[in-house]
């Protein structure tokens, strides 16, 4: 399967904890996204990545959440001290970002994050 | 002001009926549009881009109309298998890629 991944699939945490995900992307695609979507909302843009470069973050991304993607290959979310408003899907997706303009982003399954 | 709205629905509709969905958004300067679909508990699909010409895929026709800022998403002969929510999708163009989803348009397609 060549498609993105993502794990763990679930997470369970108590509100405090730190929590990491991971996604790895299709291979030979340059940019990475990470969305967070909760139910009957669609994905809200967290922050993306053009290779192993963050370039733009989201104002509702609180000091609490941190990604990386340091060989521009997989990347990690992670979240400190989490809280139930935390509680959502975190989706990745990954496009291959050669054109001027966005392009086609494939996502991954998404890792469901349950604060309790 | 929400950079994308779209109407939550849902949709009811009998199979065969043709549904269309609007979208608008708030940044004039956005440069690209898609479509998604989302099945229920599963990833966001590409279903199709929007060009400003417009463009056709079979059953499904989408048009960009930038005066009014909106995107539109026709379903001609609804399918039993088209029901699912329709998120558009804008690139606002602020210097980056960054990427706005609506919160999506549910249809139902009954027998």
């Known amino acids: 399967d060549t498609g993105v991944s993502q794990d763990p699939r679930h997470k369970i945490t108590k509100r405090g904890q730190n929590v990491t995900f991971r996604c790895d992307p299709i291979s030979e695609h340059n940019r990475l996204y990470w969305y967070r979507q909760t139910l009957g909302q669609g994905p809200e843009f967290l922050t993306y990545?053009?290779?192993?470069?963050?370039?733009?973050k989201s104002r509702l991304l609180s000091d609490r959440f941190s990604a990386e993607r340091p060989k521009g290959s997989f990347s990690t979310l992670e979240i400190q001290r989490t809280e139930q408003g935390d509680s959502a899907m975190y989706l990745c997706?990954?496009?291959?970002?050669?054109?001027?303009?966005?392009?086609?982003?494939?996502f991954g399954p998404g890792t469901r994050l349950t604060v309790l | 002001r929400k950079e994308v709205e779209q109407d939550p629905g849902p949709f009811n509709v009998p199979e065969g009926a043709t549904v269309a969905f609007n979208c608008t958004y708030s940044n004039s300067a956005s440069q690209s549009f898609f479509w998604y679909r989302q099945d229920c508990r599963k990833e966001p699909k590409l279903l199709m881009s929007v060009y400003s010409s417009g463009n056709e895929d079979g059953r499904f026709t989408a048009q960009l109309n930038r005066a009014s800022q909106y995107i539109s998403l026709l379903i001609r002969d609804s399918k039993l298998s088209d029901s699912a929510t329709y998120l558009c999708?804008?690139?606002?163009?602020?210097?980056?890629?960054?990427?706005?989803f609506g919160a999506g348009t549910r249809l139902f397609v009954k027998a």
């Open positions: 990545f053009q290779n192993e470069a963050q370039l733009e």
């Open positions: 997706a990954s496009s291959l970002g050669k054109i001027e303009v966005g392009d086609e982003q494939f």
């Open positions: 999708v804008v690139n606002p163009y602020t210097g980056g890629f960054k990427t706005i």
